[in-house]
T-cell receptor, first 117, second 114 residues
Framework: ETGVTQTPRHLVMGMTNKKSLKCEQHLGHNAMYWYKQSAKKPLELMFVYNFKEQTENNSVPSRFSPECPNSSHLFLHLHTLQPEDSALYLC????????????????FGEGSWLTVV | DQQVKQNSPSLSVQEGRISILNCDYTNSMFDYFLWYKKYPAEGPTFLISISSIKDKNEDGRFTVFLNKSAKHLSLHIVPSQPGDSAVYFCAASSYVQGAQKLVFGQGTRLTINP
């Protein structure tokens, strides 16, 4: 148990569907992240939120839409996805994205396996 | 252009022996390095880290070595145990425009044989 909870753990959706992934962290952290892990590729950073404000969008297509209503919750809204978007989507959090100390450990959730059919 | 590389996709080690996982990086601006461990169907779990001002950090059975001149770091696990079988990710951190960014390698699958 890392303190970062993701739901659902598995999701199968059609290309015309709209669905959302949810993440909640119980660590009192200020920064939250969405990462994508595709087969045989390194973890890719998608979005970063710090104190509920989006600080980074790593050239992610607009069919992925993040939402951070408060510093404990992060959503990833999905619509009109493509089969190549099938991957493991990982939420993570850390104490302070803009922190002055290096090595701010990032804690990951267990991930949401997404299959687009 | 991959800034963090783990050139061995897999490694097999006998139980009780030493496991050595390697990682190379290209960006000299990285100032902190981390190792994460990942079991199937779970998210990565933080294992150990090292600051760029150090060359070694030890935590129980796990030791991370950093060679800045070679831009190389390694994770040593000794003695290796069956529960260590997992995928290990190397990650490097830097500050870009005041914000921390973490770059991951592709991962190395470690298998500990009984």
């Amino acid at each position: 148990e890392t303190g970062v909870t993701q739901t659902p753990r598995h999701l199968v959706m059609g290309m015309t569907n709209k669905k959302s992934l949810k993440c909640e962290q119980h660590l009192g952290h200020n920064a939250m992240y969405w990462y994508k892990q595709s087969a045989k590729k390194p973890l890719e950073l998608m979005f970063v939120y710090n104190f509920k404000e989006q600080t980074e969008n790593n050239s992610v297509p607009s069919r992925f839409s993040p939402e951070c209503p408060n510093s404990s919750h992060l959503f990833l809204h999905l619509h009109t996805l493509q089969p190549e978007d099938s991957a493991l989507y990982l939420c993570a959090s850390s104490q302070d994205y803009w922190g002055s100390t290096s090595g701010n450990t990032i804690y990951f959730g267990e991930g949401s396996w997404l299959t687009v059919v | 252009d991959q800034q963090v590389k783990q050139n061995s996709p897999s490694l097999s080690v006998q139980e009780g022996r030493i496991s050595i996982l390697n990682c190379d990086y290209t960006n000299s601006m990285f100032d902190y390095f981390l190792w994460y461990k990942k079991y199937p169907a779970e998210g990565p779990t933080f294992l150990i880290s090292i600051s760029s001002i150090k060359d070694k950090n030890e935590d129980g059975r796990f030791t991370v070595f950093l060679n800045k001149s070679a831009k190389h770091l390694s994770l040593h696990i000794v003695p290796s145990q069956p529960g260590d079988s997992a995928v290990y990710f190397c990650a490097a951190s830097s500050y870009v425009q005041g914000a921390q960014k973490l770059v991951f390698g592709q991962g190395t699958r470690l298998t500990i044989n009984p």
